[in-house]
């Protein structure tokens, strides 16, 4: 079965300054990795994933995350966060065959600090 | 990009009564629809996978009297919280694999407050 840990339920950070979200996963066989962000009382906006190819993905307001199947890691990483990024990060994995669903890391709170 | 859009966004309902939840997918046809629940500052759970046509799929734990999920067609899947007790209180959370099944869109989650 596969499984996502958020080690770090808290992540306080100074306003542009950079951060590392932590995503482990545990799967036996190949995944599919997602990044989504969750604003209070709403639903999740996708930020990244990775599906195959390039290790390393981007998003359009500048995070990033690499896949790392050796250490089975898929770390999101800011060089300067904004204000505006303070909200929930959720790591989700899912197998990449047939329609099969998300499965959800705990989440971290990002709160960046002005 | 792919859209689904989940109604109602709040709802308070009085204990006993019985609460829709609708999830419809707005350019795309979803075949196979999650629902999630979130409790307060927690992760989501995967209650159920919904299939068009055919019966949902519960996870373990997850009462399928008290949830009833339909999904009769490929545009719309709702999730029915039956006899609602303020244990149901939670943020419920509908997606779906998009077009290309290249993503997972999510909608936007509705507020149950059972009173």
């Known amino acids: 079965a596969q499984s996502v840990t958020q080690l770090d339920s808290q992540v306080p950070v100074f306003e542009e300054a950079p951060v590392e979200l932590r995503c482990n996963y545990s799967?036996?066989?190949?995944?599919?990795l997602f990044w989504y962000v969750q604003y209070p009382n709403q639903g999740l906006q996708l930020l990244l994933k990775?599906?195959?190819?390039?290790?390393l993905v981007k998003s359009i307001n500048g995070f990033e995350a690499e896949f790392n199947k050796s250490q089975t890691s898929f770390h999101l990483r800011k060089p300067s966060v904004h204000i505006s990024d303070t909200a929930e990060y959720f790591c989700a994995v899912t197998w990449n065959s047939g329609n099969t669903p998300l499965v959800f890391g705990k989440g971290t709170r990002l709160s960046v600090i002005a | 990009g792919a859209v689904v859009s989940q109604h109602p966004s709040r709802v308070i309902c009085k204990s006993g009564t019985s609460v829709k939840i609708e999830c419809r997918s707005l350019?795309?046809?979803?075949?196979?629809m999650f629902w999630y629940r979130q409790f307060p500052k927690q992760s989501l759970m995967l209650m159920a996978t919904s299939n068009e046509g055919s019966k949902a799929t519960y996870e373990q734990g997850v009462e399928k009297d008290k949830f009833l999920i339909n999904h009769a067609s490929l545009t719309l899947s709702t999730l029915t919280v039956t006899s609602a007790h303020p244990e149901d209180s939670s943020f419920y959370i509908c997606s779906a694999r998009d077009r290309d099944a290249a993503g997972y869109t999510f909608g936007s989650g509705t507020r149950l407050t059972v009173v």
């Open positions: 990775y599906l195959s190819g390039s290790t």
């Open positions: 799967s036996s066989v190949s995944v599919y």
């Open positions: 350019d795309f046809q979803a075949t196979t």
